[in-house]
């Protein structure tokens, strides 16, 4: 199997594994369509969250995409990618002043907060320093729309501030001077592969929007409409037709930019925009049987893509997985298809990337890819588990493989601990509870 012409055995060959890779011309295309699509007025921020690769942002920066963050890492990530300030908004329910402080000294296009009590905090923070800050209010909508795998809205909620408070909260710019707000932002679930959901979705954050403007008199520079665009997963699952979202939300977004010209108009995407330009790669160490089972057991599992491996979900559902390479002339052979677990090095149960999955029969030295991986990988997951650490990234341009993120080697971890000696215990000491 070949990426831009290249074979995955010589990208394992040259980088090891496990090893991320990621499609360049994926991601490039993915943000291209989605962009030609949608309404001229509806800007594509990319949410780093889902990839915060620098080099993966910018390739989807080049593609137009703008940037959402939550940290202070992602944020000098998106700078350092080449992302205009105007071009990125901070949001998450706990930012801390150094994370505001450097939102008002970069001067990003707006902090979108998440309390009462934080756009105080911001407020102060700004008086401090003389300056205006566009903000967003989060609203945690009054309703839930279902369908989509995880739910915001109607429900108690860390993230952002309830519709009612909101639209209780009276005149608001009359009591902020330095937080400037200027819009809203409702962000209802993650995993959306129902356009109609994504059209309500919409319509309710745009209606929301002009109530607000109503009720307590702010301006409107920006509402942010959220987005969790989903991509196809499992068995049964399929992928958002673009059509059906462009029927569901162009109009939409057609009227409400007729009625407010001036208005910025954002989606958030992460897992659309990621998912499907990355491949997670395993090497097999060791095959064996367990009554009757046969396991696989490679050099990747959970601490890596936790998603994959499916923790919390009730059954186990594997992400489609392909044999990418093997060793020798026989690197074409397909052989007989049969069921494989296919497992990582840690050790707990859980650590089964694929269940009975449908491979060939699996050998030492081969490679598996798992596909559509190139969202919540690696940074959300417990990277740490067992000492083991970041696999290697490696993004594929024009034809060329160029390493991204460097593996965690066993001294960069050695490096962060600290080795206290309990100068009262003598040696012996401790030589005789052994
Ligand atoms: C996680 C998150 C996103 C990205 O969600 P995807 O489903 O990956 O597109 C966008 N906005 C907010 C507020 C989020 O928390």
Redesign the pocket.
């Known amino acids: 199997m070949r990426i831009q012409g290249i074979e995955y055995e010589d990208l394992a060959g040259r980088f090891g594994t496990p090893l991320y890779v990621y499609d360049g011309e994926v991601l490039t295309d993915t943000v291209t369509e989605l962009r030609s699509a949608l309404h001229p007025a509806l800007e594509v921020f990319y ?1 780093l ?2 990839n915060p690769n620098i080099s993966v942002f910018r390739v989807l920066r080049r593609g137009g995409a703008r940037a ?1 963050v ?1 940290s202070l890492v992602e944020l000098r990530t998106a700078l350092a990618a080449g992302a205009k300030p105007e071009d990125v908004i901070f ?1 998450g329910p706990g930012k801390s002043a150094e994370e505001l402080g450097a939102c008002l000294d970069v001067g990003v296009y707006a902090v979108v907060v998440e309390s009462f009590d934080e756009l105080d905090h911001l407020e102060r923070l700004a008086g401090d320093r003389g300056v205006r800050q566009r903000v967003l209010l ?1 609203i945690n909508p009054a309703c839930a729309i279902s369908g989509s795998r995880l739910t915001m809205g109607g429900k108690p909620r860390q ?1 952002g501030i309830d519709e009612k408070a909101v639209l209780d909260a009276g005149d608001l710019p009359s009591r902020y001077r330095h937080a400037d707000v200027a819009g809203i ?1 409702v ?1 209802m679930g ?3 592969l129902d356009a109609e959901v994504l059209g309500k979705n919409t319509a309710y954050a745009l209606d929301l929007a002009e109530r607000v403007v109503r009720s307590t008199g702010i301006r409107l520079d920006a509402v942010d409409i ?5 991509v196809a997963y499992f068995d049964g699952e399929s992928d958002l037709d673009l059509a059906d979202v462009v029927k569901e939300l162009n109009p939409r977004i057609e009227k409400f930019a007729t009625a407010h010209p001036g208005t910025r108009l954002i989606l ?5 925009l990621s998912a499907r330009a990355g491949t997670y790669v395993l090497g097999v160490r060791y095959v064996k049987e367990s009554l009757g089972e046969s396991f696989a057991v490679a050099d990747g599992g959970t601490h890596h893509h936790m998603a994959a491996v499916g923790i919390g979900s009730f059954v186990k559902r594997n992400f489609p997985a392909v044999l990418l390479g093997r060793d020798g002339e026989e690197r074409t052979r397909t052989g007989p298809i049969s069921p494989q677990n296919v497992t990582g090095p840690l050790c707990t149960p859980n650590d089964t990337l694929l269940k009975q999955a449908q491979l060939p029969d699996l050998r030492p030295g081969d490679l598996i890819g798992v596909a559509r991986s190139g ?2 990988g690696p940074t959300a997951s417990p990277g740490l588990f067992l000492s083991h650490g970041y696999p290697a990234e490696v993004l594929v341009t024009e034809g060329r493989a160029h390493l991204v993120r460097s593996r965690d080697e066993p001294d960069d971890l050695m490096r962060k601990q600290h080795l206290y000696d309990q100068p009262s215990t003598p040696d012996h000491a401790l030589e005789e509870t052994q």
């Open positions: 949410s969250k889902s959402e939550s949001l989060r993230f932002h962000y993650t995993r959306i959220g987005g969790g665009m989903g958030e995407s992460g897992r659309f969202a919540y």
